[in-house]
């Protein structure tokens, strides 16, 4: 059941209270639907407390593809002061982003190669493994922007791309006399391509202003 609408309509806009979210989106013609919703939420049972039943109120909004014309919907507990309503789909994607993070730091990090119980080399073991993918991550922010937008690098191909450099750069100190390896930001940024070139990634868009400033 919807409680409230968090956003101003002119005209004859559809009144939104006490109305069923469902019954509100059939026919709707906004852009963005952004509105507070009850709903019943079942705790499971925990320790010596029995399950049951919440009725909690959260964020529901609406945002409207322009292609397909479909509206999608998004549940969250974030303020409308805090995330307006335009940028809940973008951030939402980018909650994929969380995931391939992890993946690269398990695929290419050691994160998965943990060999210990012991609870104070574990934390140290996933620490390292999250600083290193940070590192690689900050320098495929690097190679994407010597690309200039001519195309957009993989997250778990870059890390076989750095740690293959990693190691020319580790044989090199340990071998001076070897020959140098002859590689900019750019090149490295081809290795580690993006097969879908023609779409600019959620990520890109929203570092694009980051790539400016830095």
Known sequence: MLIENNRRHRGR????????LLGLVDGLQRKYLDVMADFRVYLRKYDSKQGHNERQAFRVVGVRDDKTSTLHLYVTNAPVEALPAE????????????????????SGSGLNELTTSQPHIVRTLIYAALFRTTLAM????????AADGRLWTNPIQW??????????CLDKLLRPNRPRLDMGWFELAVLAQDPNRGRMPTRARLQAPLYQAS
């Open 13 to 20: 806009a559809r009144k939104v209270e006490k109305r069923k």
């Open 87 to 106: 940028m809940i789909r973008d951030l939402y994607r980018l909650r994929w982003e969380v995931e391939l993070f992890y993946k690269a730091a398990k």
């Open 138 to 145: 900050k320098a495929k922010m690097k190679a994407t922007k």
């Open 159 to 168: 890390m076989c791309v750095w740690n293959e450099l990693l190691l020319r």
